[in-house]
């Protein structure tokens, strides 16, 4: 492979992170290649040490070690089994504990539908929901995703899926998110009055 073929191939892969379009990911590699007794180094390292390091939780999906899968939260005996809230990625899961709003668990989807970036229902992980909320007693399940169209897309699938688990009520977060943004814009207090403001859904 020559230069260029190592180059594009860089840029690719920077351009599969969400909300790296193209331009931004050859912008990125030249700065990369620019620095590469620092920061290219630097980066190297720290994915190498994230990649034997890191893990996503097997039950609830949020960022944890190895040797703590399930991870804390999922294990936690003083956290409500009766209530799972649905979010989008872990940094989700991470935002709403800041907020001191929820004592529940948690479930990341690891996406959401998008034909854009064509993510399916397959490429959720809505059918290990289902096993969880067939598996344990859970009573009510917060959908805490954004408010972007794929957003509601997702949590329109979700009640659907749902809908025949007739002891489990489906809910969303509803005051304080702006229509178009994100949990990660929101602050601490917004989310714990939007977590306290959930509706039902359906």
């Given at each position: 492979m020559d230069a260029s073929g190592?180059?594009?191939n860089m840029v690719g892969c920077l351009n599969r992170l969400p909300g790296i379009g193209m331009r931004t990911?050859?912008?990125m590699a030249y700065r990369?290649?620019?620095q590469p007794d620092t920061l290219l180094r630097d980066l190297?390292?720290?994915l190498d040490r994230a990649a034997d390091g890191l893990r996503c939780c097997e039950r609830c999906g949020?960022?944890?070690t190895p040797d703590r899968n399930p991870c804390r939260l999922c294990v936690?005996?003083?956290r409500d089994d009766h209530i799972i809230c649905v979010v989008e990625s872990p940094?989700?899961?991470l935002i709403l504990e800041r907020s001191g709003g929820f004592k529940g668990r948690y479930h990341a989807l690891l996406g959401k539908l998008s034909a854009v970036q064509g993510d399916g229902p397959a490429d959720l992980r809505l059918d290990h929901l289902v096993r969880r909320l067939a598996r344990d007693s859970v009573t009510e399940v917060v959908l805490a995703l954004n408010t972007d169209v794929e957003s509601d897309a997702t949590a329109a699938l979700i009640a659907e899926r749902l809908r025949p688990l007739r002891n489990v009520n489906?809910?969303?977060l509803a005051h304080g998110l702006p229509a178009g943004s994100g949990l990660a814009y929101s602050d601490p207090v917004t989310l714990g009055r939007a977590m306290a403001g959930r509706q039902s859904v359906g």
């Open positions: 190592y180059f594009e990911a050859e912008r990369l290649l620019a190297r390292e720290a949020a960022v944890t936690a005996p003083e940094e989700d899961i489906v809910t969303r």
